[in-house]
């Protein structure tokens, strides 16, 4: 599975959008970006995947360039029970959810 | 719905004791999975199970055994306890491991070995 990079921390204003990157350069094809996220030593959750094409969901949305090499998360209105630590993970399908260590989002009043 | 249940939330052991971490999921999942987290780091994979019946060594599986219990159940036991494996441990499982579906997590179990 492709490694990944993401900034180790971030801050954004309560109520602005919250955009948090990761960087895939090495995805191969069959690839999937998943992010998932976790407040406060909790049991990570689920936000959202994708393969080429941009999603959006409840929660968030994903943004994946054109040659797949780099994604955006896109919280759009953040808020103090977003603070958490955010994980981007490149996955087969076959494959398994390896972690790396994440960015840290702090949401400020 | 429970999701994922852990069992014990917290444990504190000596070096040498032994002891299993339960984890029981009721969403009817095949994939069921084993993670350690450590002070600052991400999660990392200790062992999963595809499918009932089967298990595999993930990144870290060193010093630890599992059992897939049935569909529902998936241990871990730690024959041997030491000080490195003072962690937060979290269980999960998912639909299938080839299907492009979220994994469900635990609250995780809290374990120091003194």
């Known amino acids: 599975d492709a490694k990944t990079t993401q900034p180790p921390s971030m801050d954004c204003a309560e109520g602005r959008a919250a955009n948090l990157p990761c960087n895939h350069s090495?995805?191969?094809?069959?690839?999937?970006v998943y992010w998932y996220r976790q407040i406060h030593s909790q049991g990570p959750q689920y936000i959202i995947h994708?393969?080429?094409n941009n999603e959006t969901n409840e929660m968030a949305s994903l943004i994946i360039t054109e040659d797949r090499k780099s994604s955006t998360l896109i919280l759009p209105h953040a808020t103090l029970r977003d603070t958490a630590v955010y994980y981007c993970?490149?996955?087969?399908?076959?494959?398994?959810?390896?972690f790396g260590k994440g960015t840290k989002l702090s949401v400020k009043p | 719905n429970a999701g994922v249940t852990q069992t014990p939330k917290f444990q504190v052991l000596k070096t040498g004791q032994s002891m299993t971490l339960q984890c029981a999921q009721d969403m009817n999942h095949n994939s069921m999975y084993w993670y350690r987290q450590d002070p600052g780091m991400g999660l990392r994979l200790i062992y999963y199970?595809?499918?009932?019946?089967?298990?595999d060594k993930g990144e870290v599986p060193n010093g630890y055994n599992v059992s897939r219990l049935n569909k529902r159940e998936f241990s871990l036991r730690l024959e041997s306890a030491a000080p490195s494996q003072t962690s937060v441990y979290f269980c999960?499982?998912?639909?299938?491991?080839?299907?492009?579906?979220?994994?469900?997590f635990g609250q995780g179990t809290r374990l120091t070995v003194v």
């Open positions: 199970s595809a499918s009932e019946g089967t298990t």
């Open positions: 993970i490149v996955k087969r399908s076959q494959g398994n959810l390896i």
């Open positions: 090495t995805i191969s094809g069959n690839e999937y």
């Open positions: 999960a499982s998912s639909p299938r491991t080839e299907m492009n579906t979220e994994a469900f």
């Open positions: 994708g393969l080429k």
